[in-house]
């Protein structure tokens, strides 16, 4: 029985009858409103929106409820109300950065209707004449304004909703800081409503004012030489990183990336991160992927805070030090172990926790750690190659090669 869950008799709701109607509202309110929305929004007992959506729509027959704060209640006090009649108010099109996805999780299918409107992307590339398949959709808000970093490439078109109206300005600061002032800056307002309003400005020229909360930033990037344009291959330059040395250098970086083999929402924990250059350009590698960094030195750690910011705000978590820290983290897909593989059990824990099938990779640079490589590559097969890489520099008036310290890499797939 349902009671036997802890669920109410409420909670026996006839799959046949969806109980929840889940309503995109634009900006001319009940206006725009499709007679299946009416409806819905009509015939429904409590109607939860944000203060703006019912202040759009106006008088319901039903009970009007504002989401409660935090918002991180608004799911409860939804389901708290299954199996009545219940109208839920999103802006727009509910899955595209909406309230959609959380709900879909928590309630089947059958038991919820969806009635959409268009996006606000999909608004402004009708205003501008922009292929949305061509720009990059991005959501700045209650996010990191360097979400965007990543997609600032050349002649590159990129929607980003704001977090207030303050958040044109900051795009446009962010933009003439890396040397992308050229670019121009759409400003759309209150898409869809009437009072919508588009204006426009280069970057570095940036002075409108009066901009309603309610906004979305249409930028067309424009680089000019010495812009800072983010590298799309792995490898990045040194430079990029704030480090102290303790840094996996570029051409190995490269390497052990390919050795990892990264894929879509996958998880990778870096042990011993130091700079954090391998979970950083792991995570640029796809937007869904995510990486922990253990990493025991606080000076190091508070480093990989500030590349993770500069490169984008990335999904990176930042724990203490390994083995210790491994203790109720989610399974990793990918293990990368560049500070030292001694018998400390970092290995043996790390391999434990590591997903059947998942793949794991160790560098190392001295005799002890060779030893120690060739005992596990015994013990658990995989592959060991050793990298040498020589670079140019001076000698006197002429040039040499000076070889880096060679690398012995150790790569192994979990049964």
């Not at 099109?93 to 959409?116: K, S, V």
């Not at 078109?157 to 800056?185: C, F």
Request: glycine share 10%; net charge neutral; with cysteine.
């Amino acid at each position: 029985m349902l009671e036997s869950n802890g669920l109410s008799s409420r909670d026996e709701v006839a799959s046949s009858a969806p109980w929840l109607a889940l309503v995109g509202l634009g900006e001319d309110g009940r206006a725009g409103l499709s007679p299946d929305a009416l409806a819905a929004l009509d015939g429904a007992e409590i109607v939860f929106g944000g203060e703006r959506h019912l202040a759009l729509i106006g008088a319901v027959p039903g009970e009007a409820r504002a989401w409660p704060q935090p918002f991180r209640n608004a799911l409860p006090a939804i389901l708290a109300e299954r199996g009545r009649k219940v109208c839920v108010l999103a802006t727009s099109d509910p899955f595209h950065y909406g309230i959609g996805a959380g709900l879909t999780r928590a309630i089947p299918a059958d038991e919820m209707r969806i009635i959409p409107q268009l996006s606000s992307f999909a608004m402004a590339c009708n205003r501008l004449r922009w292929a949305q398949e061509e720009c990059a959709l991005v959501s700045l808000h209650g996010r990191a304004l360097q979400r965007i970093i990543p997609h600032l490439q050349p002649n590159a078109r990129i929607l980003a909703l704001s977090w207030d109206a303050s958040t044109p300005a900051a795009v446009a600061a962010l933009l003439t800081e890396r040397g992308l002032g050229a670019s121009r800056i759409v400003v759309l307002e209150s898409l869809g409503g009437p009072h919508e309003r588009i204006r426009s400005a280069r970057a570095d020229e940036f002075a409108l004012e009066d901009i309603v909360p309610l906004n979305m930033s249409a930028v067309t990037v424009v680089a000019t030489p010495g812009a800072r344009i983010l590298p799309l291959a792995s490898g990045l330059d040194e430079s990029w990183f704030a480090h102290d040395g303790q840094i996996t250098k570029s051409d190995i970086r490269a390497i052990t990336l390919a050795a990892l083999a990264p894929r879509a929402g996958e998880l990778l924990w870096d042990v011993g991160a130091g700079s954090g250059s391998i979970s950083l350009e792991w995570c640029l590698r796809h937007p869904r992927n995510r990486a922990i960094a253990f990493e025991a030195n606080p000076e190091r750690a508070e480093r990989i805070t500030r590349n993770r910011i500069d490169l984008g705000a990335l999904p990176v978590e930042i724990v203490g030090e390994a083995p210790g820290a491994f203790a109720g983290r989610r399974a990793p897909d990918a293990i990368f172990i560049g500070g030292g593989i001694g018998d400390d059990g970092v290995f043996e824990q790390a391999f434990a926790a590591l997903k059947p099938g998942g793949r794991l990779v160790a560098n190392v640079v001295t005799l002890e750690g060779e030893a120690r490589l060739a005992t596990l590559f015994k013990a658990h097969g995989g592959s060991l190659r050793r990298i040498g890489i020589a670079h140019l520099d001076p000698v006197g008036t002429m040039h040499g090669w000076r070889s880096a310290m060679p690398v012995t890499q150790w790569r192994v797939s979990k049964p």
